[in-house]
């Protein structure tokens, strides 16, 4: 597996987590986009939703995200979700997401999901390129033990525990198993709630790659809530930057 010589700034858009400026249609992604690059981002992860603000995989609501973004953003990469709470019949995850007329460039692979396999190799056919995501040890272990099957791109670490001392150990054992394997990919880590900025500080200073958005958390590290996306890049790119 090969290594990435530059660091994500990644900014997660959307998602479930309530928010008053949460972006749900296509004009109000990429208004946040815009202004998410703006303010420091080099990659986005997105969610697509329904007419009734629901999140979807349906073919017209992601074409119509994708080309929302990229009018604003046209050189920066695009990641869509293929999260399996969206939909959790794998068959009928699989379905939609073959039905896509508009491809991302990249897509996130949640190691560990029902059916993620068959959707990683229908979109690498596809041309889009994987990430692998990791959000327990146990993922990790699995991805350290797997054949280079895929192109993967990057690792994502993603440790879901909600104490930051425990989110903090499960990212640094998630590292010790890859560096282990000679995993030479790019990292970009995050953590949700209260442990997202504890979680990128620290993964800051072991130099890896970084994300925010109002789907990973809305408050700035000073406890404030945030305004918006635009304004967690901001700190997101403080940290990266040492500041």
Known sequence: MGSSPTRTLQVALNGPRPHPRMPRTPDEIADDAAAAVLAGATSIH??????????????????????????????VPLNMTTFAEIEPDPRARLRAISEWTELPDLIP?????????DIAALLARRGVGLEAC?????????FAARPSAH??????????AERVEDALGESLEIERLLAEVGVGLEQVHHGAGPTAWAVLESAVHRGHGIRIGLEDVYRLPSGEVAPGNAELVRAEADVLGGR
Do not use: C, Q, Y
């Open 46 to 75: 997105l969610h697509a939703f329904d007419d009734d603000g629901r999140e979807t995989f349906e073919a017209r609501h992601v074409a119509a995200t994708l080309r929302a973004v990229r009018r604003v953003a046209p050189t």
């Open 109 to 117: 692979v949640n190691l560990g999901e029902s059916g993620v396999d």
């Open 134 to 142: 990791l959000l327990s040890v146990d993922a990790a272990r699995e």
């Open 151 to 160: 192109p993967w791109r990057r690792v994502f670490v993603e440790p879901v």
